[in-house]
């Protein structure tokens, strides 16, 4: 299988934790809706002869799209991903499995959520991040505690069913009773997936400025692991799968979209920053919104700022930083055995140790290897 991701780099203001892409230049949506179908009719034959199985609109905030956006959009994708994969020939021309769109709790009206089914999107991801509306204000968000409930309810009546909440944890001075409200408010609304993440202070963000600046303090590495051993425990009680390091679904309801990610599916990403990968290569746009309207519209290839060719050790090293984030591990048996026999090199202190586990020709990061699982991609990973 194959998957599009579409990024929409749109918000009315910017959160002072993030550090992905965005602008508040909201008027040139339109314009950049244009660029971003253009981009796709480009680059139609960058995907592998595989069929396309999940579409992706994230961001930024895709829900602050107009309608008559959004529409164009979706159509474009659902009939270019339907003449795809007719195109395949032997009964491939299946239907999208998952069609997922990013949304800020507040934006979802019910003029809004009526408009998504019939679009073909079948799945809603939603950033809650925290149920306090004191963090909330901290983080910048737009929405309160109080709307993300009222979100999930209009979109379960206008028939989207299959939801996904991000949550954050790790604010300053937040204690462990305060997570577990956050936890159980969240498994409160039945929602079908839950990602949840520490508070990063990446370098350029307010809130990285804030912490240089004295103003705010980071949480403590045993507060912080407390935290995710709560998170684990509260979920999986709840019928959960950790199915991921930050992913948690109930049954049969994992992201397909993102399990394509960390199994190294093959994905055209559109839009200004979005990334792309075809097996043997990873390519980025620029990150500049009126830059890649204007070389897309041009059809100008300088819309692509780099492109990185994939040698059998990077591809290994990819393998190691994402299929081991992932409940099934490594397939040990998938790889050449020049690295099959660095991984079980390199592993083996780390399983006599009790924070990978190797079994049925798979490694596995234990329940004590989740807590440091970068310093073990870091022991595993390549450099010759």
């Known amino acids: 299988m194959s998957s599009i991701y579409v990024h929409i780099p749109f918000c009315k203001s910017r959160c002072i934790y993030c550090g992905f892409y965005s602008t508040t230049l909201l008027a040139l949506q339109e314009q950049y809706i244009d660029a971003v179908i253009r981009e796709l009719s480009l680059r139609k034959d960058y995907l592998p002869s595989q069929p396309i199985r999940t579409l992706y609109i994230g961001g930024g905030t895709p829900s602050l799209l107009s309608h008559v956006s959004l529409s164009r959009l979706c159509h474009t994708l659902t009939q270019f991903a339907g003449t795809f994969n007719a195109g395949l020939g032997d009964g491939e021309a299946q239907a999208i499995e998952e069609f997922t769109i990013e949304c800020n709790p507040d934006d979802i009206t019910e003029d809004f959520a009526r408009l998504l089914a019939p679009l073909g999107i079948n799945r809603v991801s939603m950033g809650a991040q925290t149920f306090s509306d004191g963090r909330l204000a901290f983080l910048r968000r737009r929405h309160r505690s109080e709307d993300v409930k009222k979100a999930v309810n209009t979109l379960r009546k206008c028939g989207i069913g299959n939801l996904s909440l991000d949550l954050m944890f790790g604010f300053p001075g937040q204690t ?46 045993e507060e912080s692991l407390a935290m995710y051993d709560t998170l684990i425990d509260r979920l999986t009680a709840c019928g959960y799968e950790h199915y991921e390091i930050s992913n948690f679904a109930l049954p049969g309801c994992r992201s397909k979209h993102n399990s394509g990610y960390w199994r190294r599916i093959p994905y055209l990403g559109l839009g200004a920053s979005a990334h792309s990968f075809d097996l043997l290569s990873r390519q980025w746009n620029i990150c500049d919104v009126q830059t890649y309207i204007r070389h897309v519209t ?26 081991l984030r992932t409940s099934e591990g490594i397939d040990i048996l998938s790889l050449d055995s020049r690295f099959r026999d660095y991984l079980l090199a390199a592993s083996r202190q780390h399983v006599s140790n009790g924070t990978l586990s190797l079994s049925d020709n798979r490694l596995r990061l234990t329940r004590k290897g989740l807590f440091i699982s970068d310093s073990i991609m870091t022991d595993l990973v390549c450099v010759d």
């Open 298 to 323: 041009d059809s100008s290839p300088a819309f692509i700022e780099e492109r990185e060719e994939l040698t059998a050790r990077e591809t290994y090293n990819d393998t190691v930083t994402t299929a």
């Open 176 to 221: 462990l009773a305060e997570w577990r409200h956050d936890i159980d408010s969240a498994t409160g609304l039945d929602v079908q997936h839950i990602s949840a993440y520490s508070l990063t202070y990446e370098e350029g963000t307010p809130l990285h400025s804030l912490l240089q600046k004295g103003e705010v303090s980071e949480i403590g590495e």
